[in-house]
C-alpha cells in the first residue's frame, strides 16, 4: 500500500524494540471505540526467532513483566515459541565463602522468573502489531529530523514523510537519538566494563537455575536455557573490565571455553562449546526528565543501568504500564495526550523508582568490586548470614519480582 506523504496519528513511537513494541501493542487497546492512531517507527529490519539456534541477547523477565504482557495476550505467543523458565538462583562471591540460594517454592511461585530470547519477545510483538488496524507500522525507516510545534510534533522520514502527533515516544534505546534531538540532559557516566553476551553448551544439565558468581573484576552470570527439555545451554552475560573483555574476546573458542569453565568454577562441569560472542561497552545513563512538551522518553532512552541484576527491560516494561495508564486516563478525560499535565505525571510515578533501582544496583557492584579483606569478610558473613534468614531472603526475591 502506497502511503499519502503526510499523515495524521494520535502518537508515534521511535523505536520497536521490546519496550516500544510493547508500548504500541498496549496503547492500541486504549481507547475502546475511540482507539489511538499509533505510528511505529524502526530503523532496523527485526531479526526473526530462530528454532535451531538461541539469540545471544537474552531478557530476564520477571513475573511482574510477564503479567503486564499476558493482560494483553502477548505472553502464550511467546510461550509457544521458547521460554526458559527458572525455579531457582544460586549467587557466590569468587572471593570468600559467602553464598545466597534462592528457591521458588520457598515463595510459593512456579518459578522466579523467565529467561526469554529478545528475538522471541520482537517477533511476537510485531505479530500482535500486525493484527492491529490502528497502528502503522515503518520499518525500516530512517528519521531525518523532528519539528515540535505547540499543538503537533512531527517525524519526517528519510523518504519525505511526514507523521503529525499530539506525542512523541522515544524508545529508540540508550544512544536514543530522539533524546539528544530534543536535548534532554543526563547523567552519565562510562562503567570501565564491558559484557560478553553469547550461548555455551555445558557438561552438565543447567537445573533450570540461574547461576551468578561475583569476581572483583566484575560478575560471571549463567542464565539457564530449555531447548524442548534439553537443559545443557545457557546464555552467559559476562561483565569484565574492558582491558579483560578484549583479552577475552581475542581467545578462540577452545580457549574460551576454558577460562569461561574456570570463572564458573565449573558449576556446571565444563563448557563444551561457545556460539558467537559479542561485547557490549556497559554506561550508566539517566535522563534528568522523562518528557518535555510533547515527547517522553521510555525504556533504556530514559535510563539504562549495570545487567548484573537483570533488571533493565523490566524497568522499561514498568515506565509502559505507567504510560499506558496515564494515556488511558488522558483519553478518558479527554486531555492532550502532548501536554506536560498528562506527562509529568508518568514521570512522577517512574523516576523515583528507576532511581532506587539505579542505586542499589550501584552499591551492590561497588560492594562485590571492593577488594579489601575487612569488607570481603563483611559481604562473606553478610550473605552466609542473609541465606539462613529465609524471610528476609524471600522478602527480597519477591520484591525483584515484582510481586
Not at 72 to 90: C, E, F, N, T, V
Not at 204 to 223: C, H, S, Y
Not at 245 to 258: G, S, T, V
Request: glycine content about 6%; aromatic content about 6%.
Amino acid at each position: 500500500m502506497v502511503r499519502a506523504k503526510q499523515q495524521e496519528y494520535d502518537m508515534v513511537i521511535v523505536g520497536a524494540g521490546m519496550v516500544g513494541a510493547t508500548a504500541a501493542s498496549l496503547l492500541a487497546r486504549v481507547g475502546g471505540d475511540r482507539a489511538l492512531k499509533i505510528a511505529l517507527v524502526e530503523a532496523r529490519t527485526p531479526e526473526l526467532f530462530n528454532a535451531e539456534q538461541f539469540d545471544p541477547r537474552v531478557a530476564a523477565i520477571t513475573e511482574k513483566s510477564r503479567q503486564l504482557l499476558e493482560s494483553a495476550g502477548l505472553w502464550q505467543p511467546m510461550a509457544d515459541k521458547r521460554i526458559s523458565p527458572y525455579l531457582r538462583m544460586d549467587v557466590w562471591d569468587a572471593e570468600g565463602t559467602g553464598r545466597i540460594q534462592f528457591d521458588s517454592h520457598d515463595i510459593h511461585q512456579s518459578n522466579l522468573g523467565h529467561i526469554v530470547e529478545n528475538s522471541v519477545v520482537v517477533e511476537s510483538l510485531l505479530a500482535d502489531i500486525g493484527q492491529q488496524p490502528n497502528i502503522d507500522l515503518y520499518c525500516p525507516a530512517h528519521i531525518i529530523d523532528y519539528e515540535n510545534c505547540e499543538d503537533r510534533v512531527t517525524v519526517i522520514l528519510a523518504d519525505g514523510t511526514r507523521l503529525e502527533a499530539s506525542l512523541l515516544i522515544a524508545a529508540d534505546g540508550a544512544k536514543s537519538k530522539v533524546r539528544q534531538h530534543f536535548q534532554f540532559s543526563t547523567r552519565e557516566w562510562d562503567y570501565g566494563h564491558s559484557a560478553i553476551v553469547t550461548t555455551i553448551r555445558t557438561e552438565q544439565p543447567n537445573q533450570k537455575t540461574a547461576w551468578q558468581r561475583f569476581m572483583p573484576t566484575g560478575p560471571l552470570a549463567l542464565l539457564p536455557l530449555n531447548n524442548q527439555g534439553d537443559l545443557h545451554h545457557c546464555s552467559i552475560v559476562w561483565s569484565q573490565e574492558t582491558e579483560v573483555a578484549a583479552r577475552l574476546m581475542d581467545l578462540n573458542d577452545e580457549q574460551f571455553c576454558a577460562e569461561l569453565s574456570r570463572a564458573s568454577e565449573y558449576c556446571l562441569g565444563q563448557v563444551l562449546s561457545v556460539d558467537q560472542r559479542h561485547s557490549i561497552g556497559l554506561h550508566q545513563r539517566h535522563a534528568t526528565d522523562y518528557a518535555t512538551h510533547r515527547v517522553a522518553l521510555l525504556g533504556d532512552a530514559a535510563h539504562s543501568i549495570h545487567p548484573l541484576a537483570g533488571q533493565g527491560v523490566n524497568l522499561g516494561f514498568a515506565d509502559v504500564a505507567v504510560l499506558v495508564d496515564e494515556i488511558d486516563r488522558a483519553v478518558t478525560r479527554r486531555l492532550d495526550l502532548g501536554d506536560m499535565a498528562v506527562l509529568g505525571r508518568y514521570q512522577r510515578r517512574r523516576k523515583p523508582d528507576n532511581l532506587a533501582t539505579m542505586a542499589a544496583m550501584e552499591g551492590f557492584k561497588r560492594l562485590f568490586a571492593a577488594d579489601n579483606l575487612p569488607l570481603r569478610l563483611l559481604r562473606n558473613m553478610g550473605m552466609s548470614q542473609l541465606n539462613e534468614m529465609s524471610p528476609v531472603k524471600n522478602e527480597i526475591i519477591k520484591r525483584a519480582m515484582g510481586l
